[in-house]
């Protein structure tokens, strides 16, 4: 039976402990994807003393039906789209072009809330530890990879807390190395795997963020 973690800057903790072997190298990085996987990737990198960022990704939504994504757009500027999806549905070009400047407007304002003034990091010939809170369907996570090799990153490696195993398994095949720490069968959703699955908060990231970085 697998133990629940008390919050996600426990499952951090516990995290880190299967990614020691990146401790301390000098083109390794973590990435969150904010919210959630902010506390958790806060605590990686604290233990493994490597530096830490985000990695914004908002999903592009059909115009009359937002969380059927017709692609999604992530930190750095890059856009993936579904033209499959797009074609079968008959959205134009310019319904397409409206949906992805309010979620550009939405990425830039959570990126800039987050970040500020520093540029995204230069990810070429880096190591990118990918974190989020746990994978329910992992759809966010997998465009998230897919926005990193387009950006340059030389390794992906998706690290999270839990996932269920057929989840955690698929992405065997998507990142260059997975790493769950638990795969609860019968997994039902992250949530349940925390004592305290509480909303983390914009200014909670931020401190996180600025805490990591004076560090």
Not at 96 to 107: N, P
Request: with cysteine; hydrophobic share 45%; glycine share 6%.
């Amino acid at each position: 039976m697998h133990a629940r973690f008390h919050d996600r800057h426990e499952a951090g903790r516990r995290l880190a402990d299967k990614l020691s072997k990146y401790a301390n190298r000098p083109d390794v990085l973590v990435l969150a994807l904010p919210r959630g996987g902010v506390p958790v990737a806060y605590e990686v990198a604290h233990a493994l003393n490597l530096p830490l960022d985000v990695f914004v990704v908002r999903k592009i939504g059909l115009p009359w039906h937002e969380e059927l994504a017709m692609g999604a757009i992530a930190s750095g500027g890059v856009l993936l789209l579904n033209q499959e999806l797009i074609d079968a549905y008959g959205i134009t070009p310019g319904e397409v072009q409206q949906v992805t400047v309010r979620e550009r407007r939405e990425l830039e304002r959570r990126e800039q809330k987050y970040r500020g003034a520093r540029p995204f990091p230069d990810l070429s010939d880096k190591t990118v530890l990918l974190i989020d809170d746990g994978l329910a369907t992992g759809s966010t996570m997998r465009v998230a990879v897919e926005a990193l090799r387009k950006e340059g990153a030389q390794r992906v490696v998706v690290a999270v807390p839990l996932a269920s195993p057929v989840v955690c398994d698929a992405f065997r095949d998507i990142a260059d190395d997975i790493v769950c720490a638990i795969t609860p069968e019968p997994f039902h959703a992250v949530g349940l795997w925390y004592e305290d699955f509480s909303q983390t908060s914009d200014q909670e990231v931020h401190a996180l963020l600025d805490r990591a970085r004076a560090a």
